[in-house]
């Protein structure tokens, strides 16, 4: 059971904007920044989104994030195929003083 | 170009140790918190332990139960997950991962992560 909640999968099509939802709760979340990853099949995890919203260098700006409250959230706009991988939230926990991460959303481009 | 090799995975017994290594390059090691986080088959990511700058804080998550230990050497570039009494539910994919600060906490986040290296705990 992952502390951060995350849909299991979402879906689009090419050119379409999907949103991965992450939900976590007030010592996490709620209090401190979330970041994104991207694993792509067989590969490492690969941050993608840092401080909510900031993308690191050579991350295309199809992708944004963005958080209010207890939930953060990753939109994927002019989806393309190679964007198929799974995406992970993460955040510091102040009550477990460790990283937290969601369950991870398969993202299928149809 | 940050690069981390972690090594040390294998087939193991229930009940048996091991230690993975990560060698870092491509930075200042001595400045950056380093993480161990594992991914069992087919699952999601688990935070594991964290060491940082100096060793001097370190964190190991509870359901390692006192069984898994990490530490570093700055003058080797290197960080070590030391394991024992390893079970089952802790065969997974171990990736070294590395912080942007000095010391683990939300001002952070885990920026380069490694390949990874495999463990497996089997009868």
């Known amino acids: 059971q992952s502390v951060l909640t995350q849909p299991p999968s979402v879906s689009g099509t090419p050119g379409q904007r999907v949103t991965i939802s992450c939900s976590g709760s007030s010592s996490n979340v709620g209090s401190n920044p979330v970041n994104w990853y991207q694993q792509l099949p067989g590969a490492a995890p690969k941050l993608f989104i840092s401080n909510d919203d900031e993308r690191p260098s050579g991350v295309p700006d199809r992708f944004s994030g963005s958080k209010s409250g207890t939930s953060a959230s990753l939109a994927i706009s002019g989806l393309q195929s190679e964007d198929e991988a799974d995406y992970y939230c993460?955040?510091?926990?102040?009550?477990?003083?460790?990283?937290?991460f969601g369950g991870g959303t398969k993202l299928t481009v149809l | 170009e940050v690069q981390l090799v972690e090594s040390g995975g294998g087939l193991v017994q229930p009940g048996e140790s091991l230690r993975l290594s990560c060698s870092a390059s491509g930075f200042t090691f001595r400045n950056y918190a380093i993480h161990w986080v594992r991914q069992a088959p087919g699952k999601g990511l688990q935070y594991v332990a964290g060491?940082?700058?100096?060793?001097?804080?370190?964190y190991n998550s509870d359901f390692v139960k006192g069984g898994f230990t990490i530490s570093r050497d700055n003058s080797k570039s290197t960080v070590f997950l030391q394991m024992r009494s390893l079970r089952p539910e802790d065969t997974a994919v171990y990736y070294c991962?590395?912080?942007?600060?000095?010391?683990?906490?939300?001002?952070?986040?885990?920026?380069?992560w490694g390949q990874g290296t495999l463990v497996a705990v089997s009868s």
């Open positions: 060491i940082s700058i100096n060793g001097g804080t370190t």
């Open positions: 991962v590395k912080d942007i600060f000095g010391y683990f906490g939300a001002l952070g986040h885990l920026d380069y």
């Open positions: 993460a955040s510091w926990d102040d009550r477990l003083s460790a990283w937290v």
